[in-house]
Nanobody, 118 residues
């Protein structure tokens, strides 16, 4: 059984930082692209950040570029999202996902709430 479990969310003041973690159980990260998306109340889910299967390339949503960093620890089967300078626009439920590098169905975690207060 493969599962993705997010943690590390919470409430922070504007300008604060959080680090989300996504632990993948049941298999290693190899051969899978990993990423984060988020969904704010009343909004559609949107892409935040991703990393290719080898960890050699990353991609970010424009609004988080320079503030968020995606990374991974293959030995721990964990993907991280370091978030800095958080603001109200970042308030959302953040979801970790994985996709086969060769294409196919994505697997999603249950989500973790991040709230940037004013």
């Amino acid at each position: 059984q493969v599962q993705l479990v997010e943690s590390g969310g919470g409430l922070v003041q504007a300008g604060g930082s959080l680090r989300l973690a996504c632990v993948v159980s049941g298999r290693t990260l190899s051969s899978y692209d990993m990423g984060w998306s988020r969904q704010a109340p009343g909004k559609e889910r949107e892409f935040v950040a991703s990393m290719n299967w080898s960890g050699s390339s990353t991609d970010y949503r424009y609004s988080v570029k320079g503030r968020f960093t995606i990374s991974r620890d293959v030995a721990k089967n964990t993907v991280y999202l370091q978030m800095k300078s958080l603001n109200r626009e970042d308030t959302a439920i953040y979801y970790c996902y994985e996709e086969p590098a060769a294409g196919g169905e994505a697997l999603w975690g249950q989500g973790n709430q991040v709230t940037g207060s004013s």
